[in-house]
């Protein structure tokens, strides 16, 4: 089993920052992309980012500048660093990873973590 554990969001003035927390664990073998994405109520699930297992990073085009993807692959953990967060930004977030598991060969299985939910007050 795999499990991902997002930490680190609540609610927040606007222009403040949040620091995402995600860490997967379980029978891991390595991890290949990792990723955040977003989502309100009534729209899909959108990309906020992602960043390979090399560090090479995707953002959706509006959020470059403001949000900055990090991983750490000794500790199967990937963050998300918000800065001036806007009442737009409110969303539950979520992580999701791309897992290759223990004694799976190369198979790569998708997984997602529960969601963590930010709040921007403006």
């Known amino acids: 089993q795999v499990q991902l554990v997002e930490s680190g969001g609540g609610l927040v003035q606007a222009g403040g920052s949040l620091r995402l927390s995600c860490a997967a664990s379980?029978?891991?073998?390595?991890?290949?992309?990792m990723g955040w994405f977003r989502q309100v109520p009534g729209k899909q699930r959108e990309l906020v980012a992602s960043i390979t297992r090399g560090g090479i990073t995707t953002y959706a085009d509006s959020l470059k500048g403001r949000f900055t993807i990090s991983r750490d692959n000794a500790k199967n953990t990937v963050y998300l660093q918000m800065n001036s967060l806007k009442a737009e930004d409110t969303a539950v977030y979520y992580c999701?990873?791309?897992?290759?598991?223990?004694?799976?060969?190369?198979?790569?299985?998708?997984?997602w973590g529960p969601g963590t939910q930010v709040t921007v007050s403006s």
């Open positions: 999701n990873a791309d897992v290759i598991r223990t004694n799976s060969g190369t198979r790569v299985n998708n997984y």
């Open positions: 379980g029978t891991i073998s390595s991890i290949n992309a």
